[in-house]
């Protein structure tokens, strides 16, 4: 099982978006058989066993093992992922395409940039996973309290200057095996959720 995978297709989105699906994805994080599951959830094994292969033909479903009951054979499933992400190319006609308006202030540009960030991801995930390679990433996440919108805007001037200082240095366009590597460096206010108790 992995920790996070990527739906990029819109038949599996929409399975798993379903609330009685969800529940199902989430409860088999550990190993568990339609019959085990129905009493969890408050539903009928068939009404169960309906859903799960719906989440099986998608991929969202793994088989762990089948046992022999009397005269029927129990199957015994898990998810092939703790959480999902919902790629953008889920939804190819609508999209988000970040080169249609740049505009680094924009969060809705943002918003464009971190969706193509969990496409590339996705797809590089699923590419790599096939090939049996890993993928080369590097990722930076933090938090910085400013105490005045113009150390916030001093703060983007100087992290541009930083980054752009750092391209410079490292890009070399005349490197014929080199491959290229994209840079998404965003700063947003910090978004506080309640804690589910």
């Known amino acids: 099982m992995h ?6 297709d819109a038949g599996a989105a929409e399975a798993a978006l379903d ?7 989430a409860e088999l ?21 309906y859903h799960l292969r ?5 991929g969202l479903l793994e088989l762990v093992e089948e046992r022999r009951k009397g005269n029927w054979t129990e199957r015994v ?17 609508v999209e988000p395409d970040p080169a249609k308006s740049p505009d680094q202030l924009s969060a809705r540009w943002l918003l464009a940039v971190a969706a193509r960030l969990v496409r590339d991801a996705g797809d590089l995930i699923t590419g790599a996973a096939r090939a049996r390679k890993r993928v080369a990433t590097f990722t930076m996440a933090g938090e910085v309290r400013f105490a005045t919108a113009a150390d916030r805007a ?3 001037e100087e992290l541009a200057g930083a980054v752009t200082s750092l391209v410079a240095k490292y890009h070399d366009e ?7 590597h994209r840079i998404v460096v965003a700063v947003h206010p910090t978004v506080r959720r309640e804690e589910k108790t």
């Open 77 to 93: 499933l898990r998810a092939t992922a703790a959480s999902y992400v919902i790629s953008p190319s889920a939804l190819a006609a």
């Open 174 to 180: 005349s490197a014929a095996d080199g491959r290229a």
């Open 54 to 58: 719906a989440l099986e033909r998608h």
């Open 19 to 25: 609330p009685v699906r969800a529940r199902l994805l």
């Open 154 to 156: 001093a703060f983007a």
């Open 3 to 8: 920790d996070v995978a990527v739906i990029d």
């Open 29 to 49: 994080a550990e190993p568990g058989s339609a019959t085990t599951l129905a009493r969890r959830v408050g539903l009928t094994r068939q009404k169960v066993n």
